[in-house]
């Protein structure tokens, strides 16, 4: 499955984004996915996760109440949904998707197969 991550940009603090994670070469059936971050100088971190059946979701606590993400198998396409930004989520993010079924695993970077390249966002003051 190849990953397409769109939708970053340049806002002010407090405005909001939405990313997009469309697959391609197959569907989102069967795979969970997670949105990651890695701002300049720091390691990847996750920021989100969803089920492959998107009915669980995770949220780290750094974003939670502000960031939600979602899935339209419709579409083929997962979602975050980034509020009330902040110049301390300034980095590159990136999805990826998992074959995992225990969300808990869902926070590391070594549960996903497979990734999409990084979208940039950027939020200033």
């Known amino acids: 499955v190849q990953l397409q991550a769109s939708g970053g940009g340049s806002v002010q603090a407090g405005g909001s984004l939405r990313l997009s994670c469309a697959a391609s070469g197959r569907t989102f059936t069967g795979l969970a996915t997670g949105w990651f971050r890695q701002a300049p100088e720091k390691e990847r971190e996750i920021v989100a996760s969803?089920?492959?059946?998107?009915?669980?979701?995770n949220i780290q606590d750094s974003v939670k109440g502000r960031f939600t993400i979602s899935k339209d198998s419709a579409k083929n396409t997962v979602y975050l949904q980034m509020n009330s930004l902040k110049p301390e989520d300034t980095a590159v993010y990136y999805c990826?998707?998992?074959?995992?079924?225990?969300?808990?695993?869902?926070?590391?970077?070594?549960?996903?197969?497979?990734w999409g390249q990084g979208t940039q966002v950027t939020v200033s003051s």
């Open positions: 969803i089920s492959a059946s998107g009915g669980r979701t």
């Open positions: 990826a998707a998992s074959n995992s079924v225990i969300l808990s695993n869902l926070r590391s970077q070594t549960a996903y197969a497979y």
